[in-house]
């Protein structure tokens, strides 16, 4: 299949519902269909057209090309989903579940629903250690409150915020964990799960990453005096931070943290393919919908009780878990 290289000629090679089935058929089964069910793998099927599934003569099951998918018992059809994938892989800041609402014709509960969906697909769920030169850095994602809304005798400006650590390998891919605080109990560990030991690694002059030295070749950039040192800098993980927080703050307004992971799949997804062309990040991100599958039941369920602490804002997007 000959991937769409713009918006508008992926509306208009989507616009078909034939059209976007065999697209997706194609990028599914480059080899030939074969039966999605587990412990079956049959390319022994049968095409029932006026339907648009197959029926598999080994184990007598029918299924469609949604079977096993992302898209899995979605009443979409894929002439809206998959202009919906290309936005979300290609708009640089993301795209909001209104503007999908709009451009689509479905509600917005739905376009929520589906960019869930996609971002699953997105999720980059590579365990391989990174080889190095590596920056590590940590932000804090939540909103912006007066200085009226907190104690400083009691309570700091971050109290409530999400922790996000992140790790950028130099002309390679970024990894993005949340952790529950910036010690070194939490930093540590999640250095050594991701990175090979004895790589060079950049950070901060942040106390908790005093102990890579151990492990590791650990350079440090001193940013109450400089920014760049030489090759001593911290700036790529800077810029991913960059970028995420355009994301969150400009386009998806107020992700709750129960769901902020998902938003870093997201991220990360368009970060590490940003050498690409927007045609391969969109087959990238349609073949990492095959073997996933989340449900609206999961992306409601009951969380943790969260709710607003005694003096933090209102209008604050993230909350903390309080037991």
Known sequence: MQAPTTLKEAIAT??????????????????????????????????????????????????????????????????????????????????????????????????????????LAMKDDADDQMLGPVEADETFVGGKRRRSDWDERKRGPHDDKAIVMGIVERGGRARAIIIPNVQATSLLPKIREHVARGATVYTDEAAGYRKLRDDYVHYVINHAQRYVDRHITTNRVENFWSCLKRTLGGTYIAPRAFHLERYLDEQIFRFNVRGQEDDSRFVQAAKGADGRRVTYKELTKSHPIWRLKPGRAKNSPIYKATP
């Open 14 to 119: 989507f616009a078909d519902a034939q059209k976007a089935h065999e697209a997706i058929v194609a990028l599914r089964w480059p080899n030939g269909v074969a039966c999605p069910r587990l412990g079956c793998g049959s390319a022994d099927v049968h095409f029932i057209a006026t339907r648009r599934i197959w029926r598999c003569k080994e184990c007598k099951r029918q299924f469609s090309a949604k079977v096993g998918t992302v898209f899995e018992d979605s009443p979409i059809g894929f002439d809206k989903w998959l202009p919906a994938l290309w936005m979300l892989t290609n708009c640089r800041n993301g795209v909001s579940s209104y503007e999908i609402a709009r451009d689509l014709g479905v509600c917005q509960k739905t376009a929520w629903f589906m960019l869930h969906r996609l971002r």
